[in-house]
């Protein structure tokens, strides 16, 4: 400290400063100066009057001291200040005018100067102040703002005290003055964003928020006015949607005179550089600003400069906050740096708000989906305690809210227990719901069957429990259907074959451990694709219905096969017109033989159908476990080898399996198989029976009948082929065959030279129900060039009695042409005369059943004439089939019959026979 005045030098030391160590902030240089004033001050004092201001230092040491505390005093930015009342004279340091931005040669401002200079808020405070040190002798300090000519507004802080004489007059006011308005800001600054951060965390609405944000930074920074701009993402735009302060005309006529919208991509002016830059921007002179109101409305609100910062969060920017001021100031990087900061919270908080917002969406949304969802949701503690549920739960349980929220899951679940509850704990930690099934209870006591899925949920926090039970009682019914389906026949809902199998297979091990037997009846309709053929399926469904009705009222008890049952009788329908029964417990055959009885007896009753009066018969197969097997399989394929005995043996009877009926079964499957390898392997051929006008016994015509040569088996009879190939399908191409060679034999004969006489063909019911029946035969007469009035078509009288709409016009279109049409087996099927009326017929063929016996049976011979009688009426030529003595013939002759056919004149002959015959038949009754 060499060379340092000792004044100086004692305050240092005193305060612990030293040259190597000297004050280092503001503070401490304040307080050195303080201390060298005021030994100064001392020292002065000891000075004339009005010596002060014009120190003259009277010797280097003091000039030094005086250099080394303006020195200190520009460094500090600290100016010291005197006021002398005695002779109302200022001292002034440097500093001071520094600060005041007045020139250091002239003379300081008196009081009332220096209170000018004052902004006129802060005057009564340091009027107050003043006044406190001059009469109260209290120090003064203080912190006010000052208008400065150059630097506008700055913020200043003073310090002073008293110093008197030994009388207590106070001989001096001294003190410091510094421009502290760049820690005012810091402050201001700071005091802004705190707030704002306050305002944010309170978290009001931001229609409510971001106009008072507006309004904060205008008020504690000191702008004039301000506006939010908001992206409208609708519009693409931004637009001003608050302005503060409300209701000022000079603000509004400037706002008014902005525009009010602007588009994201804009780049000009203040709100433009923000957009574009996602930077705050300084505007130093609104009037000049692009896009700001036009200058005379900036000016007219005397508006100078202005701010803006964007609200931007990433790279989105979702609005700006600008700002004016009338104060003409240079621009501000801290507070633009604070005003980007600020920026940053607030578009945090607006995500913030839209992520809550869409929270309360989804969670909104997520309720109206509970509780409108068609399950029951019960939100539950580990314990079970209903904490919350939906409507539908109240709804499904018959409980008001209120009730189930006092009970627990195990108050409405039957099944669940504590333990369950707990046992599923662990398990749901993984978050994947588990799924069980249980038992829910109602309000009423009655319960229903539920899927239960229990998953963790998180609610406020705490983890819970959530239950969502779905209402099974319509799936379980569903089930219940489609097993029902799966084990029944849909058309008859008796058992179909699959339960039939597996009851059979039960009851053949309970006859075998209780030492029992049991029948399996296969029970098949006879003749019923006639039906199906002829008047549809529609017709053959409903038959099929009211069969199986029929069979099931035979047993002793119906379908009880869903049953827990033992030993009571069952009809299953197996397809088609096949039905298999069994029964159970019975001792002797003959108990089995009286239900196939009542079966077949039930069956034959008439039934009308279609306003049709049919009679339908079966044929059943009897097998016995465990005389005829010992295996279901073997049980069902005896029965239905018996089955076609019965129907060997002339259908509408039931058979008892034998051995020996297995080679004859064989016979009918090598029949089937060969059958329909018949037609290509050419094994079929026709025979032919002649028809002779009964008068003079001279061929009238003649009948092609079918046979078959059967390779292994040899001649095979109509018969016998014929059921089966109409069973089976084959009777279509078979027959189109016959058509086919019968008019091409004919034909060929007639070619030859041979009397025209007309050819008879069977055509089966199932020709019918093929397209194309009546092209086809059209078509084959023209393949032969065989005169249509040359042939006969021969229809069963069930087809008659069936008179489908299909039938008649095709036989109407058939007759049309030429061709003849006869009723076969007339008679046995019990036609009515009004039928026949109606029906497009030219031949009636009396059945032979009715010729066998006559003349001797009367019953027969009457019902013969009847039939002659009645054909005589409806101008209709009566054949009679079978004739084979000539009894039988003169009583046809006498009767008026037109036609015999029988063995008596021939029997089927094949071709070249035939042939010869009918010539030598034309030779010998030809007119003399
Ligand atoms: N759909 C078709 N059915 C056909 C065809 N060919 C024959 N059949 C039918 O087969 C049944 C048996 O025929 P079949 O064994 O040929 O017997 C015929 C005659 O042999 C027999 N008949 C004739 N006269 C007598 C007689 O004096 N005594 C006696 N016991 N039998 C006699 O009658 C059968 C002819 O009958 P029908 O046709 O009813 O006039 C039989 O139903 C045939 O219809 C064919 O190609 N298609």
Not at 346 to 356: C, F, G, V
Not at 499 to 508: E, K, P
Not at 747 to 765: Q, T
Not at 903 to 916: D, M, N
């Amino acid at each position: 400290m060499a060379g340092m005045h000792p004044l100086l030098q004692h305050q240092l030391e005193r305060l612990g400063f030293s040259e190597a160590a000297p004050p280092a902030s503001a503070k401490q240089w304040s307080r050195l100066l303080a201390a060298i004033s005021e030994a100064m001050a001392d020292w002065e004092g000891k000075l004339p009057a009005g010596m002060a201001s014009q120190l003259d230092f009277p010797n280097r040491d003091l000039k030094d001291l005086s250099d080394r505390l303006a020195e200190a005093q520009r460094i500090a930015g600290l100016g010291y200040w005197s006021f002398t009342p005695a002779s109302r004279t200022w001292y002034w340091s440097d500093e001071c005018f520094r600060i005041c931005d007045l020139e250091a040669t002239a003379a300081p401002p008196d009081y009332r100067g220096f209170r000018r200079m004052v902004q006129r808020r802060d005057r009564p405070g340091l009027r107050w102040s003043v006044d406190r040190m001059l009469h109260a002798g209290l120090a003064l300090e203080l912190e006010f703002r000052l208008h400065l000519p150059k630097r506008g507004m700055r913020w200043i802080r003073v310090l002073g005290r008293t110093v008197r004489d030994d009388t207590g007059t106070i001989t001096r006011l001294h003190g410091t003055i510094m421009d502290v308005t760049a820690r005012k800001q810091v402050e201001v600054r700071q005091a802004v964003e705190h707030g704002i951060t306050r305002m944010l965390a309170e978290s009001e609405a931001p229609s409510v928020l971001l106009p008072a944000i507006v309004q904060t930074i205008c008020e504690r920074v000191g702008w004039a006015c301000g506006a939010y701009w908001a992206l409208n993402r609708e519009r693409n735009a931004y637009e001003r949607v608050s302005a503060w302060p409300p209701g000022n005309p000079l603000m509004d006529a400037f706002f008014a005179a902005c525009p009010s919208q602007v588009p994201p991509t804009m780049r000009q002016g203040l709100l433009g550089r923000v957009l574009e830059t996602g930077t705050p921007a300084w505007a130093g002179n609104v009037a000049l600003d692009p896009v700001l109101g036009p200058a005379v409305a900036a000016s007219h609100a005397g508006l100078r400069v202005a701010f803006a910062f964007p609200i931007q969060a990433g790279a989105q920017i979702r609005g700006v906050m600008e700002f004016f001021s009338r104060r003409v100031q240079e621009m501000d990087p801290d507070m633009l740096r604070s005003a980007h900061f600020i920026g940053r919270h607030i578009a945090q908080y607006l995500e913030r708000r839209d992520a809550e917002k869409g929270l309360r969406q989804s969670e909104a949304h997520f309720r109206a989906l509970v509780e409108q969802a068609t399950d029951s949701f019960y939100v539950h503690d580990s314990d079970g305690m209903l904490l919350d549920v939906n409507q539908h739960a109240c709804h499904s349980l018959g409980y008001l809210r209120e009730e189930l929220l006092r009970m627990s899951m195990m108050d409405i679940d039957a099944k669940l227990s504590p333990e369950d509850l707990k046992q599923l704990g662990p398990g749901l930690t993984t978050g994947a719901p588990t799924a069980i099934e249980s038992v829910h209870r109602r309000k009423d006591g009655t319960e229903f069957p539920v899927e239960l899925r229990i998953g963790p949920i998180l609610i406020d926090g705490k983890e819970c429990m959530l239950s969502l039970a779905r209402d099974m009682t319509e799936r379980v019914r569903m089930q219940q259907h489609i097993e029902h389906l799966a084990f029944h026949d849909s058309l008859t809902n008796l058992p179909n074959r699959a339960m039939f199998n597996r009851h059979l297979q039960h009851a053949i091990e309970q006859a075998d451990r209780h030492k029992r037997r049991l029948a399996v009846l296969f029970v098949d309709l006879d003749r019923f694709k006639n039906v199906n053929d002829t008047l549809g399926h529609g017709a053959g469904d409903v038959l099929l219905q009211e069969m199986s009705r029929r069979i099931s009222h035979c047993l002793r008890t119906s379908d009880v096969v869903a049953r827990n049952r033992t030993s009571e009788d069952i009809v299953a329908r197996l397809g088609g017109d096949e039905f298999v029964v069994l029964i159970e417990s019975f001792t002797d055959g003959s108990q089995v033989a009286e239900v196939a009885q009542r079966i077949l007896n039930v069956m034959v009753k008439e039934y009308i159908l279609d306003g049709q009066l049919i009679h339908m018969t079966a044929s059943i197969g009897i097998s016995i476990f465990p005389e005829d097997g010992r295996h279901d399989f073997t049980l069902m394929k005896h029965a239905d080898i018996a089955m076609y005995r019965a129907k060997d043996l002339g259908k509408n009877r039931y058979e008892f399996y034998s051995a020996w009926m297995n080679g004859h079964s064989a016979r009918s499957l090598a029949l089937e198989s060969g059958l329909r390898r018949a037609i290509e392997r050419n094994e079929l051929a026709l025979h032919y029976q002649a028809k002779v006008d009964s008068h003079n016994g001279r061929i009238a015509g003649m009948e092609a009948l079918v046979r078959w040569r059967h390779p292994e088996l040899g001649l095979v009879p109509p018969d016998q082929f014929i059921p089966l190939a109409e069973e089976t399908g084959l009777i279509v191409p078979l027959s189109r065959w016959v058509l086919n060679e019968a008019c091409r034999q004919h034909a060929e004969w007639v070619n030859a030279g041979f009397p025209p006489v007309r050819i008879a063909v069977n055509l089966s019911a199932r020709q019918f129900v093929e397209d194309g029946l009546c092209e086809e035969v059209f078509a084959t007469l023209a393949l032969h060039g065989l005169d249509a009035r040359l042939l006969e078509l021969e229809i069963t009288e069930s087809m008659v009695m069936a008179n489908t709409e299909r039938t008649f016009e095709a036989l109407a279109r058939l007759r049309s042409s030429g061709i003849r049409i006869a009723i076969d087996d007339f008679g046995v099927g019990y036609s009515s005369l009004s039928q026949l009326k109606q029906f497009p017929v030219d031949v009636i063929k009396i059945d032979r059943s009715f010729i066998r016996d006559i003349p001797g049976d009367p019953s027969d011979a009457a019902i013969t004439d009847a039939i002659i009688a009645m054909s005589k009426r409806l101008k209709v030529i009566t054949v009679a089939e079978g004739v084979e003595t000539p009894h039988q013939w003169h009583f046809l002759r006498e009767h008026g019959c037109d036609e015999i056919q029988g063995y008596y004149f021939c029997k089927p002959l094949e071709a070249q026979a035939f042939l010869a015959y009918a010539l030598k038949n034309m030779e010998e009754t030809a007119p003399a």
